[in-house]
Nanobody
Framework: VQLQASGGGLVQAGGSLRLSCAAS???????MGWFRQAPGKEREFVAG?????YYADSVKGRFAISRDSAKNTVYLQMNSLKLEDTAVYYC?????????????????????WGQGTQVTVSS
């Protein structure tokens, strides 16, 4: 599985960005997660999609994850961006991304990762 993340950039606080994650090759799972890692911090779950959608509390109501199955692409629409959203954003998938019927939120559960795309929110 190859994942190609794109769409990051520099945006002012309150603005919006849409990230894309295009998958190619063998796919093991419908599950796809978006994670982010800020400087000096651990990588954290942001949002995920399987048959349903899942969000971290910090982005609920501001971010929306969606899928275009025909394009094998998952999107992360990010609105009302805050300074604390600044991070490198990664998409990830893998056969272990579903645990007990729910989307996994731990990085160890994901086997395939995109290269990351930088999102910088300025004041």
């Amino acid at each position: 599985v190859q994942l190609q993340a794109s769409g990051g950039g520099l945006v002012q606080a309150g603005g919006s960005l849409r990230l894309s994650c295009a998958a190619s090759g063998r796919t093991f799972s419908r599950a796809m997660g978006w994670f982010r890692q800020a400087p000096g911090k651990e990588r954290e779950f942001v949002a995920g999609i399987n048959w349903g959608t899942y969000y971290a509390d910090s982005v609920k109501g501001r971010f929306a994850i969606s899928r275009d199955s025909a394009k094998n692409t998952v999107y992360l629409q990010m609105n009302s961006l805050k300074l604390e959203d600044t991070a490198v954003y990664y998409c990830a998938t893998g056969p272990r991304a579903i645990e007990s019927g729910r989307l996994a939120t731990m990085t160890d559960s994901y086997d395939y990762w995109g290269q990351g795309t930088q999102v910088t929110v300025s004041s």
